[in-house]
């Protein structure tokens, strides 16, 4: 159980294009769903904090007019990089947690390996 | 805020031997703390958590232990084989709050 779907797993694109990621809770509901970036050989850094029909909670530094987080249902958020360039390409992993998230984990979705020439 | 600190950076062990990673907190509220495992180019995948109201939980090969005094909590992997090559994190989080709080990483390498 708890499987966290994300797509697509890898993205090229020109500089100037929008580009949207989504993650998915296949076998849960999830309250809340983070974005991190990650870059080579570092740890998980958190971007944002989305609960299911509210607006996102931006980490400091993150641009929220860059990074547009949207979490319609309660199985489903949505991260859409606008107008990418390249000192976007990233590594980007979502994960979600569970209704009753005290003390439950986060499930991590694969990530999405952008790349914007 | 809570800050997890977590060493070695890189560990290199050979098949059949034991490996152990620590990480220690900051926030004495902090109550669950949960360890991944990221392989290249995957996301992180749950291996074993624990909860403060415990000491000490094993899962086959893997075990946690949990010092709540010292603020500290490690990782121990027992029988390593060369599939558990990857690079490991933990990570913890009050009972308050939302936020998990991930230390930078373990690269363990499983010498054949």
């Known amino acids: 159980g708890a499987v966290v779907s994300q797509h697509p797993s890898r993205v090229i694109c020109k500089s100037g294009t929008s580009v949207k990621i989504e993650c998915r809770s296949l076998?849960?509901?999830?309250?809340?769903m983070f974005w991190y970036r990650q870059f080579p050989k570092q740890s998980l850094m958190l971007m944002a904090t989305s609960n299911e029909g509210s607006k996102a909670t931006y980490e400091q530094g993150v641009e929220k007019d860059k990074f547009l987080i949207n979490h319609a249902s309660l199985t489903l958020s949505t991260l859409t990089v606008t107008s990418a360039h390249p000192e976007d390409s990233s590594f980007y992993i979502c994960?979600?947690?569970?209704?009753?998230?005290?003390?439950?984990?986060?499930?991590f979705g694969d990530g999405t390996r952008l790349s914007i020439l | 805020g809570e800050n997890v600190e977590q060493h070695p950076s890189t560990l290199s062990v050979q098949e059949g031997d034991s490996a152990v990673i620590k990480c220690t907190y900051s926030?004495?509220?902090?109550?669950?703390f949960p360890w991944y495992k990221q392989e290249l180019g995957k996301g992180p995948q749950l291996i074993i958590d624990?909860?403060?109201?415990?000491g000490e939980k094993k899962d086959q090969r893997i075990a946690v232990t949990l010092n709540k005094t010292a603020k500290h909590f490690s990782l121990h992997i027992t029988e390593t084989q060369p599939e558990d090559s990857a690079v490991y994190f933990c990570a913890a989080t009050p009972s308050t709050g939302n936020q998990f709080y991930f230390g930078t990483g373990t690269s363990l390498t499983v010498i054949p």
């Open positions: 076998d849960f509901q999830a309250t809340t």
């Open positions: 994960s979600a947690r569970g209704l009753t998230y005290s003390n439950q984990p986060q499930h």
């Open positions: 624990i909860r403060s109201n415990v």
């Open positions: 926030d004495s509220a902090s109550n669950y």
